[in-house]
T-cell receptor, first 114, second 116 residues
């Protein structure tokens, strides 16, 4: 079985400040990990993914995430928030054993203050 | 690349009618497509997985006779909500994955379904 926990359903940051979204996963097999962003009334856009190899993954829009197996974490960061980063962010896990089906965390809504 | 188109984006219909939602992969062949349901301010819940040319696999608790899924080609999957009722109102999102097993899923923009 696999699961994802996102700490904090809402995060508020000031424009220009660090964005940190926390994600912890549970998987009995090597996981594939993803971060997606969702804007209102839209589908999900892939920010970045980890499958194998380098544990620090860089994605679009200046986001990056680090896979830490010992901590079962895959936290998302961005050094400097922009107003356009206001959205809902979902962490997800999948694996070959799970047929590559995605299991999503509960989501974190990011509010960016001017 | 990897564009998924979902149609319609909004639909309002009367209780008892059936509604069809289309999901198309525009620039790649989608061996597998997924259908999700999302309630307001909640995460995505996987409803079913469909592989081209095969019957869909439904998640536990999802009524396969209520939510009919067809994946007749490598670029098109459809979800039909049969005899829709107000409790079926939701945001439905499809995603598609290419022929390589560990490729990420690419999502459509979703369909807002409102049943009156």
């Amino acid at each position: 079985a696999q699961s994802v926990t996102q700490l904090g359903s809402h995060v508020s940051v000031s424009e220009g400040a660090l964005v940190l979204l926390r994600c912890n996963y549970s998987s009995s097999v090597p996981p594939y990990l993803f971060w997606y962003v969702q804007y209102p009334n839209q589908g999900l856009q892939l920010l970045l993914k980890y499958t194998t190899g380098a544990t620090l993954v860089k994605g679009i829009n200046g986001f990056e995430a680090e896979f830490k197996k010992s901590e079962t974490s895959f936290h998302l960061t961005k050094p400097s928030a922009h107003m356009s980063d206001a959205a809902e962010y979902f962490c997800a896990v999948s694996s070959k054993a799970a047929g590559n089906k995605l299991t999503f965390g509960g989501g974190t809504r990011v509010l960016v203050k001017p | 690349g990897a564009v998924v188109s979902q149609h319609p984006s909004w639909v309002i219909c009367k209780s008892g009618t059936s509604v069809k939602i289309e999901c198309r992969s525009l620039d790649f062949q989608a061996t597998t497509m997924f259908w999700y349901r999302q309630f307001p301010k909640q995460s995505l819940m996987l409803m079913a997985t469909s592989n081209e040319g095969s019957k869909a696999t439904y998640e536990q608790g999802v009524e396969k006779d209520k939510f009919l899924i067809n994946h007749a080609s490598l670029t098109l999957s459809t979800l039909t909500v049969t005899s829709a009722h107000p409790e079926d109102s939701s945001f439905y999102i499809c995603s598609a994955r290419g022929t390589v097993f560990d490729q990420p899923q690419h999502f459509g923009d979703g369909t807002r379904l409102s049943i009156l």
